[in-house]
């Protein structure tokens, strides 16, 4: 099976602070998975991260193949439209 999105040591921070770290995941086709801990823990930090949403500070994401560090504002803006969907969260 073919991988769709692999994110290798990805970190996050704000500011000095860490958010995310060295996190790994791969997801092949049909794959469905759930990122799940306590308030806090990063979960929707990782998410921008794999959606490139917010760039990394450390590692790597592939979606589809394609580096997402590699691509332009305007490259990640028609992936974001065109291949990804976001339900955000209340509260
Ligand atoms: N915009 C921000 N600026 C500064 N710190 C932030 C920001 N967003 C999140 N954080 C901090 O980063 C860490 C991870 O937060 P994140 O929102 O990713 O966690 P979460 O697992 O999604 O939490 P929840 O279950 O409450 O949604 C927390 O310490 C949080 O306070
Ligand atoms: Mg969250």
Redesign the pocket.
Known sequence: MSEILAARGVELR??S?P??RKADIVLRRGEVAAIT????????????CLAGVLPLHGGEVRLEGRKLGDLSDGELSALRRDRLGFVF?YG
């Open positions: 704000y500011g602070s958010a995310v801990g306590p308030s806090g823990s990063g979960k929707s930090s990782l998410l921008y969260q």
